[in-house]
T-cell receptor
Framework: DQQVKQNSPSLSVQEGRISILNCDYTNSMFDYFLWYKKYPAEGPTFLISISSIKDKNEDGRFTVFLNKSAKHLSLHIVPSQPGDSAVYFCAASGGGSNYKLTFGKGTLLTVNP | DAGVIQSPRHEVTEMGQEVTLRCKPI?????LFWYRQTMMRGLELLIYFNNNVPIDDSGMPEDRFSAKMPNASFSTLKIQPSEPRDSAVYFC?????????????FGPGTRLLVL
């Protein structure tokens, strides 16, 4: 039973355009959401997060949007750069196990020059 | 600054052998996590330590898996005996807090192949 779902295994965009990565969750107890980026042969690295009390958080080219009623969040990258090509994981925490991150299976983003 | 250090980076072993994975968390971090990544199940939390004490081991698949944290700078994940289905990438992560809002810093992972 996947509580965090990333339904698109892959996404390809042109350099300079917007990349939108989506994530859905089922556990209404989740109250903190994170995006991690992973390059091959490396561990995931933290990218951006959002608390459930907000609906948007921005950090440079990266913006995360949260729609609690739809249990949906998205990561926008504008403009996309070839160096952004990586696997992006959505993760969530909250409820009784605040330390535990539940990850989605990831979306492979390819930014073409 | 050194990040989370894991060794070995790659391990190939035969079914039935004992495998020990090692992790050195970031200095000053008091929480340590072991994760396993597979194609089928994605990234799963195996065990969580806080201040060297195992807090949650509900993700450990079975008794063949054990983890220890004898001090704040070292942890091991042991599989004995290993089986082909244990083949995966194992990540160690550390953080400075206890909540999910604290950023977890991941090591590069150990890629395990059990033949």
């Amino acid at each position: 039973d996947q509580q965090v779902k990333q339904n698109s295994p892959s996404l390809s965009v042109q350099e300079g355009r917007i990349s939108i990565l989506n994530c859905d969750y089922t556990n209404s107890m989740f109250d903190y959401f994170l995006w991690y980026k992973k390059y091959p042969a490396e561990g995931p690295t933290f990218l951006i997060s959002i608390s459930s009390i907000k609906d948007k958080n921005e950090d440079g080219r990266f913006t995360v949007f949260l729609n609690k009623s739809a249990k949906h969040l998205s990561l926008h990258i504008v403009p996309s750069q070839p160096g952004d090509s990586a696997v992006y994981f959505c993760a969530a925490s909250g409820g009784g196990s605040n330390y535990k991150l539940t990850f989605g299976k990831g979306t492979l983003l390819t930014v073409n020059p | 600054d050194a990040g989370v250090i894991q060794s070995p980076r790659h391990e190939v072993t035969e079914m039935g052998q004992e495998v020990t994975l090692r992790c050195k968390p970031i200095s000053g971090h008091n929480s340590l996590f072991w994760y396993r990544q597979t194609m089928m199940r994605g990234l799963e939390l195996l065990i969580y330590f806080n201040n060297n004490v195992p807090i949650d081991d509900s993700g450990m698949p079975e008794d063949r898996f054990s983890a220890k944290m004898p001090n704040a700078s070292f942890s091991t994940l042991k599989i004995q005996p290993s089986e082909p289905r244990d083949s995966a990438v194992y990540f160690c992560a550390s953080s400075s807090g206890t909540g999910g809002s604290e950023t977890q810093y991941f090591g590069p992972g150990t890629r395990l192949l059990v033949l």
